[in-house]
Every structure is written in structure tokens, then in C-alpha cells.
T-cell receptor
Framework: AQKITQTQPGMFVQEKEAVTLDCTYD???????LFWYKQPSSGEMIFLIY??????QNATEGRYSLNFQKARKSANLVISASQLGDSAMYFC???????????FGTGTSLTVIP | NAGVTQTPKFQVLKTGQSMTLQCAQD?????MSWYRQDPGMGLRLIHY???????DQGEVPNGYNVSRSTTEDFPLRLLSAAPSQTSVYFC???????????FGPGTRLTVT
């Protein structure tokens, strides 16, 4: 079974609007972490936001927030007030296990329309 | 700080050749890892290291070797390149296992 599932291969959003990128995960561990990374067309991977499995509040970092629903095993990324520079691939990732291995989803391509 | 650096940026190999992808970090991070990124498949973990002298296999280790003789360096060796190893390779590091990882710029490898 896939550890991380991102079901939206491509998304479009109007500039200044909010957008939600979906991520579901599969683990039997009690302790795990969830991450979102951005990959612009230039290719680098940029860390955006982190949520620990024991964190009771949703993580926020500027315009990024992580909508963590533990019972549903979902960790959706919300980008508020989209900007043209937000156009990129977005990857959800989870670390789990004694080795803290990371597993990445297949990504969602976000295009911001002016 | 330079962060995580990778060399080379691009490489073309013939089937059967060997080579080493270099990775270095200057942030004194304990944890380092190698991923490959293939179209439509996201990033997959090849090998990782939780400290100097300690390495372990990830999801897709076959055909690759690593060593970690210093905290700073974590080279990835392709023993006998195959076309299936055509990919973009990323090295990453974090202060501690499980913390957010910082990625290098990637190496685009083509095996013909």
C-alpha cells in the first residue's frame, strides 16, 4: 500500500484565492511526522511546513497551514492568498519507523492563474 | 553557509560504467540521505545515514553503495550503471533524524 497518497495530479487556482492540496497517509506508528515540500520548475526542494503526530494544533507558517485530521489520516496543505510564485509541484511526505525513513507522495502540480 | 551541495549537476554514463555522486553539507547535520526522483513517482529513498560511520538502506538501494566517513560528506556510488538508473538524484540532510530535511540542487543522471 502507498504510504502517502496525493490524488490531485494538477490543480489551478486564481491569484489571491486559497487552495487546498490533499494528502492522505498510511501508517500504524503512533509517532510520525508529516511534511510538505515545494518544488519550483528550477528543481530545488523547499521545505514548507511540518506537523508531528502528537501536535494538537494545526501547523501554520505564514500563508501555509496544514489541516491535520488524524482519525482520517489526512494532512492537507492550505495555501492562502495564492501568488504567481506559488506555481510549482508540491510534495507531501511522512517520516515513520525506528529509522525515521521518509516517504514522499507523487506530488500535485499547482498553477496560479493571474 | 553553502547548505547542501551536490556535484556534478549533470552526468551522462554508458551502461556498465561506475561513478560517484558527491554530496556535502556544512550545517553539522547528523542525518543525511539520498533520493531519486522519477517522473510520476515522487522521491524514493535510496540510502540514509544517521551519523558518521552509520548507513542503512532505504526503499530502493539496489545498485547503489554509500559510506559516511565524516559528518560532512555522503557520497553515492553507482557500481555498474544501468538505464533504469536514469533519474534525478537528490541529497538531503537534517539536524537530527526525523527533522525537516534540506535538499541539495540535484544531479540529473542519464545512462545510455
Amino acid at each position: 500500500a502507498q504510504k502517502i497518497t496525493q490524488t490531485q495530479p494538477g490543480m489551478f487556482v486564481q491569484e489571491k484565492e486559497a487552495v487546498t492540496l490533499d494528502c492522505t497517509y498510511d501508517t500504524s506508528d503512533q509517532s510520525y511526522g508529516l511534511f510538505w515540500y515545494k518544488q519550483p520548475s528550477s528543481g530545488e526542494m523547499i521545505f514548507l511546513i511540518y506537523q508531528g503526530s502528537y501536535d494538537e494544533q494545526n501547523a501554520t507558517e505564514g500563508r501555509y497551514s496544514l489541516n491535520f485530521q488524524k482519525a482520517r489520516k489526512s494532512a492537507n496543505l492550505v495555501i492562502s492568498a495564492s501568488q504567481l510564485g506559488d506555481s510549482a509541484m508540491y510534495f507531501c511526505a511522512m517520516r515513520e519507523g525506528p529509522g525515521n525513513q521518509f516517504y514522499f507522495g507523487t506530488g500535485t502540480s499547482l498553477t496560479v492563474i493571474p | 553557509n553553502a547548505g547542501v551541495t551536490q556535484t556534478p549537476k549533470f552526468q551522462v554514463l554508458k551502461t556498465g560504467q561506475s561513478m560517484t555522486l558527491q554530496c556535502a553539507q556544512d550545517m553539522n547535520h547528523e542525518y543525511m540521505s539520498w533520493y531519486r526522483q522519477d517522473p510520476g513517482m515522487g522521491l524514493r529513498l535510496i540510502h540514509y545515514s544517521v551519523g558518521a560511520g552509520i548507513t542503512d538502506q532505504g526503499e530502493v538501494p539496489n545498485g547503489y553503495n554509500v559510506s559516511r566517513s565524516t559528518t560532512e560528506d555522503f557520497p553515492l556510488r553507482l557500481l555498474s550503471a544501468a538505464p533504469s538508473q536514469t533519474s534525478v538524484y537528490f541529497c538531503a540532510s537534517s539536524y537530527f533524524p526525523g527533522y525537516e530535511q534540506y535538499f541539495g540542487p540535484g544531479t540529473r543522471l542519464t545512462v545510455t
